[in-house]
């Protein structure tokens, strides 16, 4: 007699959406919370999970954010209709930062990885 088991993650998209206008791409987008977790499957049926982690993640860039568990509890439980515009910090937006082109001076608040002008790689 032989057992199929395995040790996967998961992830689960909580019923949860708020438009927001980004501050990093300055777009319309929309926040949504995922939770992530890891479970035990027997043959290919999950039976055990642990490890629960939640985060927040922007619908026009991208963005992840990891968020407290509690304030996931809260979210998955449907207490929580809408997220304070501090659940993000600034360190994961792009501040306004300008980016300078040593190459031929050009200045960008953009997060490019490359001048739009001359093609050179912005630091």
């Avoid at 990093?24 to 977790?37: A, D």
């Avoid at 954010?65 to 509690?70: A, E, F, G, S």
């Avoid at 600034?90 to 490019?112: L, P, V």
């Amino acid at each position: 007699m032989f057992f199929i088991m395995g040790i996967s993650q998961g992830r689960k998209q909580l019923n949860f959406d708020q438009t927001v206008v980004c501050r990093s791409c300055g777009r319309y987008g929309h926040l949504e919370v995922y939770q992530v977790y890891s479970y035990l499957s027997l043959f290919f049926i999950p039976v055990f999970k642990w490890g629960y982690s939640y985060y927040v993640q922007t619908s026009c860039c991208d963005k992840r954010i990891p968020i407290d568990q509690t304030l996931g509890k809260e979210l998955e439980r449907r207490r929580i209709v809408s997220l304070p515009e501090n659940i993000i910090p600034d360190t994961y937006w792009n501040n306004g930062r300008k980016r300078h082109c040593e190459n031929c001076g050009f200045e960008t608040d953009e997060d490019y990885q490359f001048c739009p002008k001359c093609g050179a790689h912005l630091d």
